[in-house]
C-alpha cells in the first residue's frame, strides 16, 4: 500500500517537476492534444493540463507564442479551455487572425498544425468531434 502512494506521489510531482523543467521554459509553441482523460473525479489531479503547468507556460511563452489544445474528450477539453480562457494575456486565434475558423461554441473546425494524431485520425474516422483552441500571447 505504501508504495502504490508513493507511485502516486511520484506520478503527482512529475507535472509539477515538468513545469520547472528546461522544456517547459523553452517551449514556443506548446501543444496539448488529446491527453489522457482520467475520466474519475479523484483521478483529475493526473491531468497533465493543470495550473502549475499553465503558470509555468505563460511565465515562459514570449509574445505572439501560441498554445494549441485538443481533446476528443469534451469535459477535457473544456477543462483544458477553461484554465487558458481565464488567463488575460492570452487570446484565442479566431479574434487574431479571422483566417482560423470557429463553429457556435468557439472550437476551431480544423488542425490549424497541419499535424494530426493518431488519437485524432481515429477518432474522426468514428465520427466523433474533436474539440480545438488555439490561443495566442498579446501581453
Known amino acids: 500500500m505504501k508504495w502504490v502512494q508513493n507511485t502516486q506521489l511520484a506520478r503527482k510531482e512529475a507535472v509539477a517537476a515538468f513545469a520547472k523543467s528546461w522544456l517547459a521554459k523553452h517551449a514556443v509553441n506548446p501543444e496539448f492534444m488529446c491527453p489522457d482523460p ?3 473525479r479523484r483521478h483529475h489531479k493526473r491531468r497533465i493540463v493543470q495550473k502549475s503547468l499553465v503558470d509555468s507556460i ?7 507564442g501560441q498554445v494549441f489544445v ?10 483544458m479551455r477553461s484554465q487558458f480562457d481565464a488567463l488575460s494575456n492570452l487570446q484565442h486565434m479566431d479574434a487574431v487572425d479571422h ?4 463553429d457556435p461554441d468557439g472550437w476551431l473546425l480544423s488542425n490549424p498544425t ?15 468531434k474533436i474539440y480545438r483552441r488555439m490561443y495566442q500571447k498579446m501581453s
Do not use: P, W, Y
Open 70 to 79: 485538443q481533446s476528443d474528450v469534451l469535459e477535457v477539453a473544456l477543462d
Open 99 to 102: 483566417t482560423f475558423h470557429c
Open 114 to 128: 497541419g499535424i494530426r494524431t493518431e488519437r485524432e485520425i481515429h477518432a474522426e474516422l468514428e465520427g466523433a
Open 38 to 40: 482520467h475520466f474519475k
Open 58 to 64: 505563460m511565465n515562459n511563452l514570449t509574445l505572439g
